[in-house]
Nanobody
Framework: QLQLVESGGGLVQAGGSLRLSCAASEPTYSTVGTGWFRQDPGKDREFVAAISWSGGLTYYADSVQGRFTISRDNTKNTVYLQMNDLKPEDTAAYYC???????????????WGQGTQVTVSS
């Protein structure tokens, strides 16, 4: 069964950068997109960004537009989330998942990873 593994989280000061990785255990279908979501305890899971299999289409939440960049390397079955100018409100557990391209509802996504924690100090 396909598995997703996130990595790259950590503790960073406000204004700093992190790059998250989402590695799939096998190639994904070209009709499936990959999304990044984040969740704080007690809050709903929030859409962050998504990318098509080809990498030609990307989507971002308004809160991260211009600061975060999603990309992928299909030779490595890996999707990245470059996060720049991090803010304390970006603090959350970040998850990647596979789902219908362009959709932002977490309930529509399958094959979730275990998450990686990002903590931004002020």
């Amino acid at each position: 069964q396909l598995q997703l593994v996130e990595s790259g989280g950590g503790l960073v000061q406000a204004g700093g950068s992190l790059r998250l990785s989402c590695a799939a255990s096998e190639p994904t279908y070209s009709t499936v997109g990959t999304g990044w979501f984040r969740q704080d305890p007690g809050k709903d899971r929030e859409f962050v960004a998504a990318i098509s299999w080809s990498g030609g289409l990307t989507y971002y939440a308004d809160s991260v537009q211009g600061r975060f960049t999603i990309s992928r390397d299909n030779t490595k079955n890996t999707v990245y989330l470059q996060m720049n100018d991090l803010k304390p409100e970006d603090t959350a557990a970040y998850y990647c998942a596979l789902g219908p391209l362009g959709r932002r509802e977490s309930r529509l996504y399958d094959y979730w990873g275990q998450g990686t924690q990002v903590t931004v100090s002020s």
